[in-house]
């Protein structure tokens, strides 16, 4: 006796309208999460507003260094952190803007409080992204302390743009 073997269909017979139905609603579905993901990606307009830089991969040489840096605290991800570096600079070291340099995009005030090893070059990609990273998982962890309502990691980005003060001070 040969043992073939078969797929069975569940429901042979009027069952398959259902199932190329249901894949094709399936396929909306995605197209319609991929455009939301678009527009989501791409806020902004001409109203003279923020724009999000669109989204880009984490460029190879800074990979590590933001895994690395994530790994020093339990509030940080890989994902956060390299979201915040990416909207603080595009993954560009050269940026300057708004009172704020390198690829961590922090204040001269901050990197100076920051700055992860004595004679740290403010432009090394490592300094930048290791000095970042003590400064959000400070700010997380002092809000939290402080019982300051809502989630750490936001107000911890709220404080980076601000500072950690006018964060507590408006809880």
């Known amino acids: 006796m040969s043992m073939d073997y078969q797929v069975l269909d569940p ?8 199932h190329r139905r249901d894949a094709v609603l399936v396929a909306v579905a995605a197209v319609v999460l991929v455009a939301i993901g678009g527009l989501v990606a791409f806020r902004g307009g001409g109203d003279g507003g923020d724009q999000t830089p669109a989204a880009a991969p984490i ?11 994530a790994e020093s605290c339990p509030m940080l991800t ?3 952190l390299a979201a915040q570096i990416m909207a ?13 340099a390198g690829l ?7 990197w ?4 992860p090893w004595p004679n740290a070059d403010r432009s090394d990609p490592d300094a930048n992204i290791t000095a970042l990273a003590h400064q959000m998982c400070d700010f997380a962890g002092q809000l939290r302390l ?3 309502p809502g989630e750490p990691w936001h107000l911890a980005l709220a404080a980076h743009r601000t500072t950690l003060d006018e964060v507590m001070s408006a809880r």
């Open 78 to 80: 890989t994902q956060r």
């Open 112 to 115: 100076q409080k920051w700055v």
């Open 59 to 69: 460029p190879a040489p800074y990979y590590h260094l933001i895994v690395a840096a």
């Open 11 to 18: 429901q042979p017979g009027p069952g398959k309208p259902r």
């Open 104 to 110: 961590a995009g922090l204040t001269d005030q901050a």
């Open 88 to 100: 603080n600079s595009g993954f560009d070291p050269s940026t300057r803007g708004d009172g704020r």
């Open 146 to 148: 402080a019982r300051t």
